[in-house]
């Protein structure tokens, strides 16, 4: 006999939002289980905004209603029985970022927690990794958003260190990364990775989910150093219309990719990493563990 609940996950991103909804299958004597049954994303670049002027604009503060009143239906049409909306660095920097949590609780009843990147990096690193880091290998974990980027260390199974950057794709497309944030996330990178004989980058995010999925891999098998370099110098010599166009990205997914991809190379270099896994896994996907465990 088995048990099932329906979680979901709200992410209020710097590049877009997204709605969760999870299967939670328990069975006496088995693993819980975790199962997506949708996943809605929603391309409201919030971090053009709050990186840019410091506020969300009135129109994007209209969009997010919308969004989190569709989102509300869609929760109510799935029977969820509990759910957890988290904000993360373009709701954290906008001034106005309470002001817009309170308005969409009092129209979307919709409650939003504008969490810190500590938090956000403890809560993706409490994502499903068991089939990566419960094994004697030692893994750079990076996760690529639109306003941050965290990393964290790996080994023997147990979380190391993890630390949060602002440097993230919405960021260097508005070239607000200036060098002393790269020197920095390099040093991090290298003192901390310096102690372990190998290490092997996992990578989360849309960005290299989306590269992932280019390259036709097999989920278990990992992107080299290399493959991920040549694709970045492809990317490079295509224009934005083409990478909508041939590679058929969405138009919010055709900028940022070149960004987020020169990250992933650079956490790679920096580390010495040959390789890096993608598990497609994130944020959200943390937020509806975390809430089952008790953790949030």
């Not at 996943?39 to 969009?63: M, Y």
């Not at 794709?169 to 920095?184: A, P, S």
């Not at 990178?189 to 995010?205: D, F």
Request: proline share 2%; hydrophobic share 40%.
């Amino acid at each position: 006999m088995i048990t099932l609940k329906k979680y979901a996950a709200i992410d209020v991103g710097s590049n877009a939002m997204r709605l969760l909804i999870t299967n939670i299958v328990e069975q006496k004597g088995k693993p819980t289980q975790f199962n997506k049954s949708s996943l809605v994303r929603v391309p409201i670049r919030l971090g053009q905004d709050a990186f840019t002027v410091g506020e969300i604009s009135d129109e994007n503060i209209q969009r997010m209603l919308d969004a989190m009143k569709a989102f509300s239906l869609l929760m109510k049409v799935h029977k969820v029985e509990k759910y957890k909306a988290c904000a993360t660095s373009a709701m954290r920097e906008a001034y106005n970022g309470k002001e817009i949590s309170d308005l969409i609780k009092k129209k979307a009843d919709i409650r939003i927690d504008i969490i810190d990147g500590k938090k956000e990096a403890s809560i993706i690193a409490g994502s499903d990794l068991k089939h990566f880091i419960n094994s004697d290998k030692t893994f750079l974990y990076v996760d690529v958003g639109g306003g941050s980027t965290e990393f964290s260390i790996f080994s023997q199974g147990k979380m190391i260190i993890s630390k949060s950057f602002k440097n993230g794709t919405v960021r260097l497309l508005n070239n607000m990364v200036n060098d002393i944030v790269w020197t920095e996330i390099e040093k991090w990178i290298k003192t901390n990775t310096a102690p372990y004989e190998e290490i092997t980058l996992i990578g989360s995010g849309g960005n290299i989910n989306k590269l992932f999925k280019l390259s036709e891999k097999h989920q278990d098998k990992p992107l080299s150093y290399v493959y991920l370099s040549s694709q970045y110098q492809k990317l490079n010599n295509m224009t934005y219309e083409q990478r909508i166009a041939e590679l058929g990205l969405n138009p919010d997914r055709a900028d940022v990719i070149i960004p987020a991809t020169r990250i992933y190379l650079n956490a790679m270099k920096w580390s010495g990493a040959r390789q890096i896994y993608v598990p497609k896994i994130g944020l959200s996907d943390g937020i509806v563990k975390a809430m089952y465990y008790g953790k949030i």
